[in-house]
């Protein structure tokens, strides 16, 4: 055998504190999501600062943000949208019916409405 079986050695032990628990994730209501998303497209909005007041990582509420987008549903307001606002009344209503203002046309959906319908009638608005 070798000598260097024979000889002293030394160890080291580390030590190490538990890995932190990966926290739940949260099932967030499509009507939270349509909340923050909202609040994201408003002019000098944060992303980031409304994620993380709202216990959420930024890269989360950007991914809801992108896929709004991508897929049609909302849209940030162009240079040929921002017509000027001399006045605004908002009535809070306890109701099932949302009504979207687009220009000079208002459209009314019931609460049951799928939202694939409701996403081809606003792009058909725009579009006139």
Do not use: C
Not at 56 to 81: H, I, M, N
Not at 86 to 107: C, H, L, N, Q, Y
């Amino acid at each position: 055998m070798s000598d260097s079986v024979n000889q002293p050695r030394i160890f080291e032990v580390l030590t190490a504190a538990p890995v932190r628990a990966r926290r739940k994730p949260r099932d967030w209501p499509n009507e939270e999501k349509e909340r923050l998303i909202a609040e994201t497209l408003l002019p000098g909005a944060n992303v980031s600062a409304i994620a993380r007041a709202e216990g959420l990582d930024p890269p989360q509420l950007y991914g809801w943000r992108r896929k709004a987008l991508s897929s049609g549903v909302v849209a940030p307001l162009t240079d040929t949208a921002k017509k000027e606002v001399k006045f605004a009344r908002v009535e809070p209503v306890a109701s099932s019916t949302v009504e979207i203002v687009i220009g000079d046309v208002v459209v009314r959906a019931a609460g049951d409405i799928e939202a694939d319908h409701l996403a081809e009638v606003l792009r058909a608005v725009r579009k006139a």
